[in-house]
């Protein structure tokens, strides 16, 4: 999970962090303000499965799509790019047909987001959902 | 009827009347909490509330100030009606300043994008896909002069909500009245410039603790002498509540932070009497209205005390504390929005209730993106309803007496207390070092994080109720329109910038960079070099610069 720009807000990364933990997960968190480029390094260092990232800064539209190219990029195509924060419904729109999905708003259950990781990993790894 | 009466008339009816209706009725819930998960009692009476009324409420305008730090409160003067707006450029944010003039608010609040925030310049290639976003971007005094136009400086109070760039803003604002021929004590506002809570909770920083807080007391020094009418900080616990705090924890880091400015400022050879009646505070108004209201007494009754006693204040006004309150951003739903117009009435009432000197409401649409104007407008409405239709400002201080009010006053006095002890501990006897060592340790950064995991927890398990999220749920998706950024305008702001550089005389900005290096290192205050530095053009990036590379950068140590 990553923090990307310059976006401070770190309750709800710090928060589905600790949940998706308590579900078994094993989670990485990069901390605060780094690069797409960092944050995709990363996630090729540790081989992850997903990548989840947290914005609340608005500028989700550039980074985001930006983390995705620099993902297909390094071959990371069949890792899971999930995003959260302040995202209008309409950019919601653009950003799942690139390929982004979750854009979990606030209100979300950290339970939602634990099968919704679980589901995406899976058809992911084309095991049965 | 006497003390005595009173418990024995409490037990009685428990006994008689309560516990045979609870035999047959059972309660909605086992328990009842507040959102900061203090349990709450069926019923108060003055048995709860055994503390010594008389001295620990005085009279309004009295110490310790409990019902309010005014004679008459409301009745002379209602609060600042004080919305926060920012966006885009100078010129857009110009129009929105403009515009809530004229819808009668009575002070301007400026919102900054990250970049300007963490002292990136807009051309800066970690500034991409943020300039302009969140709020306006400011990179040199030509978009100070801009975001001003038309607005003369002594005419209106302006807030600015920019902390570890705070000091460039600050400058840029004394420029600009030297420019419109202000005098530098006529001109009124706030800089937010409260590094303590930015390393707990809003993240934003430049470089390390220690020296960040001695670039605070270098805008202390110079507010003191230069600007007496403008408050050099803004000690806020909004942050610190929106990262997840308790009502409890939101009051104690931020009276802690208060007290280790002001030790910070006596350090430097600064009387308390100088710099405290500078200081104001910034609060949250959160959910449960009476805890809340309880909060907002309790924070004036310590302040007082904690002033007079332990600092050795002589001066009344460094004993009042003063507050700005903004309704809690956190509690906004994205699901069914038009329900926030509704939540945020009621924490403005709470602030209102609880005596605050200025507030900020929050508009229904935030939860997604920055306010429209129409949403804006309804967030200003909702003040002057309060203000001018509900009665609540026609006596001062309306709950004061109320048992239960009371008593959560005395409930969050109590712990907001010990945790200063505890602070005051870990920094063996100095509250300024108690802070400075937490951060380190990441005690505050792990404080906060718990109590909001817990709070989710009890979100999903339905301990806690929030319309439209977990109960009397819709089908989501609800379109509501949303602000939307000019995408051109970091290209534009980019091209201002380069303008800004090609047409500002290149030896006067070496000149004024090296002079403000040179006095950081020389342990000298650098305010004056930075009004130099901005009358010449430098950028807030460039002058933030000479910061990282003298104290280095800062990175948060991982702790999650």
Redesign the interface.
Known sequence: MAKVGLDGHDRGVKVVAQALRDSGMEVIYTGLHNTPDQAVTAALQEDVDVVGVSILSGAHMTLLPKIRKLMDEKGLTDVLLMAGGTIPEEDKDELRQQNIGGLFGPGTFTEDIVTYINNEVDKLRGAPA | MAKAEVNADKSRWEEETLTPFLEKTKARKEKFITVSNEEIDCLYTSDDVESDIANDLGQPGEYPYTRGIHETMYRSRLWTMRQFAGFGTAEETNERFHYLLKHGQMGLSTAFD??T??G?DSDH??????VG??GVAVDTLKDMETLFDGIKLDEVSTSFTINPSAPVIYAMYVALADQQGVPRDKIRGTIQNDMMKEFMA???WVTHPRPSVDLVVDTFEFGVKETPKFNVISISGYHIR???ATAVQELAFTLANGFAYVEAAVKRGLDVDDIAPQLSFFFNSHLSFFEEIGKFRAARRIWARMMKERYGAKNERSWKLRFHTQTAG?T????QPMNNIVRVALQALAAVLGGTQSLHTNSYDE????PTEEAVKIALRTQQIIAHESGVTDTVDPLGGSYFVEKMTNDVEAQTIDYIEQIDKMGEGSILEGVLNGIDEGFFQRE??KS??EY?RQ??KHEQI?V???KHTEDD???IP?LK?HPDVEARQVERLSKVRAERDGAAVEKALADIKAATKRGENTMPYMVEAVKAYVSVGEIMDVFRKVHGEY??P?M?
């Open positions: 990250m970049p925030l963490m990136y290639p970690m500034s991409m896909g943020e976003v969140e809003q993240k934003e929106e990262a997840g956190v906004l739903t994205e699901q939860a997604l993106a920055l906060l994080a909001a995991y989710q979100v999903e929030i439209g999220v977990n998706g609800q379109r949303t950024i990175r948060e991982s999650v």
